[in-house]
């Protein structure tokens, strides 16, 4: 396998993990597609060390897995952004 082909299917397990830790919180989130398939790819990163700390270099982390630190990660880019669990933060529009 090539180095191009294996950075295109790198993109878009980044992008599937991604997206669906943006469907699991609810809000909307204001990411471009690169930084969907970003964020799933250090989700996905991520997960991969811990699960290789915890099981000595013997398994690898699975799309749950990798889903669940996808979505620690959005949490906490939304609460450096002033938001919440619910609310994605940034600009703050009330309407009356």
């Known amino acids: 396998m090539s180095f191009i082909v294996y950075l295109i299917i790198l993109f878009f397990w980044g992008l599937v993990v991604g997206a669906f830790a943006r469907l699991a919180l ?4 204001p990411m471009t597609i690169w930084q969907t398939a970003l964020l799933g790819i250090a989700g996905s990163v991520l997960a991969g060390v811990v699960v290789w700390l915890i099981s000595d270099g013997r398994a690898a982390p699975g799309f749950l897995v990798s889903l669940v630190f996808t979505v620690g990660i959005l949490y906490f880019i939304r609460r450096s952004r002033g938001g919440g669990l619910t609310r ?8 009356f």
Not at 26 to 29: F, H, I, L
């Open 88 to 95: 994605p933060g940034g600009r703050d529009v009330r309407r």
């Open 26 to 29: 609810p809000g909307p989130d």
